[in-house]
């Protein structure tokens, strides 16, 4: 997650990149802006506004907040595609395809085992192990004809 936001910082094009889908995430949320700041608990009322604008860059503890208070809502960790321009339901529909290779499935494992590293959350959760996560790939990244298939290959 650390390259992404780095690149926002240096580079106006991928600032402008997150930005957009950082309001493209606000508005298929349906909530308010205010509502959305709230939720996360940040403080100054503008915060928001000046991620989808694109005046500030949210960092991972932000990223973290909204993965928390859009997950029920949109029914996705939304930090990775703000980030990567990638959903993981797309993943999914190439995977069930066929339409998307294994490298491309990889990368999107290792984007995934990335941000959790960079938002801290393998030092926040000590007892997530790369199992642990694997699992959470299988479950929320792989649509269940091939976890039903990869489990009749056991």
Same mark, same amino acid.
């Given at each position: ?8 910082r240096q580079? %106006?094009?991928?600032?402008?990149e997150i ?16 509502? =959305?700041? /709230? ?18 860059? %949210?960092?991972?503890? +932000?990223? =973290? ?7 029920? =809502? ?18 999914? +529909? ?30 926040? #959760?000590?007892k997530l ?7 959470? /790939?299988? +479950? /929320?990244?792989? %649509? ?8 009749? #290959?056991?």
């Open positions: 997650m650390a390259e992404p936001l780095k690149q926002a580079d %106006p094009l991928v600032k402008k930005s957009e889908r950082f309001k493209e995430v606000v508005e298929r949320s349906g909530l308010d802006p205010s509502v =959305i700041n /709230f939720r996360c608990g940040w403080k100054a009322r503008t915060r928001i506004n000046n991620y989808i604008s694109g005046a500030r860059t %949210p960092g991972a503890q +932000e990223l =973290i907040e909204l993965d928390r208070v859009m997950y029920p =809502i949109i029914g996705e960790y939304v930090s990775f595609y703000i980030l990567h321009g990638k959903h993981a339901s797309d993943i999914k +529909e190439g995977v069930v395809s066929g339409g998307v290779s294994n490298a491309a499935v990889n990368r999107a494992l290792s984007g995934l085992l990335n941000d959790y590293v960079e938002m801290g959350r393998l030092v926040a #959760e000590p192990t790369t199992s642990k996560i694997l699992l959470d /790939f299988n +479950e /929320f990244y792989l %649509p269940r004809e091939v976890k039903n298939d990869n489990h009749q #290959e056991s």
